[in-house]
Nanobody, 122 residues
Framework: EAQFVESGGGLVQAGDSLRLSCVASGFTFGDYGIAWFRQAPGKQRELVSY????????HYADFVKGRFTISSDNAKDTVYLQMNNLKPEDTALYSCTVGVVTSVDATWFDTWGPGTQVTVSS
């Protein structure tokens, strides 16, 4: 059973940076993609970024391009999300999950960790 432990969130000011970590277990880390999603109060969960651990391919939502960087340490079964120039609209609960990434799409399994809260004040 896939499990995730997210950490690194906090309360910061606009323009600050945070680095989130997602430690995964219960599956062969290098065979899958890992994604970060976020959910703000009253809004749907949305994809932020993902990395395909098979080949290192990365993807970013338009609203974080140029500000966030995703990376993976296969030896530690950990994915990181470096978030720079944070904005108040980045405030959300950030969670990671596992899925299958192909050349045409990515499919995410409905398995989530507890998440880590990011709050950005203006």
């Amino acid at each position: 059973e896939a499990q995730f432990v997210e950490s690194g969130g906090g309360l910061v000011q606009a323009g600050d940076s945070l680095r989130l970590s997602c430690v995964a277990s219960g599956f062969t880390f290098g065979d899958y993609g890992i994604a970060w999603f976020r959910q703000a109060p009253g809004k749907q969960r949305e994809l932020v970024s993902y990395i395909n651990n098979k080949d290192g391919e990365t993807h970013y939502a338009d609203f974080v391009k140029g500000r966030f960087t995703i990376s993976s340490d296969n030896a530690k079964d950990t994915v990181y999300l470096q978030m720079n120039n944070l904005k108040p609209e980045d405030t959300a609960l950030y969670s990671c999950t596992v899925g299958v990434v192909t050349s045409v799409d990515a499919t995410w399994f409905d398995t989530w960790g507890p998440g880590t809260q990011v709050t950005v004040s203006s």
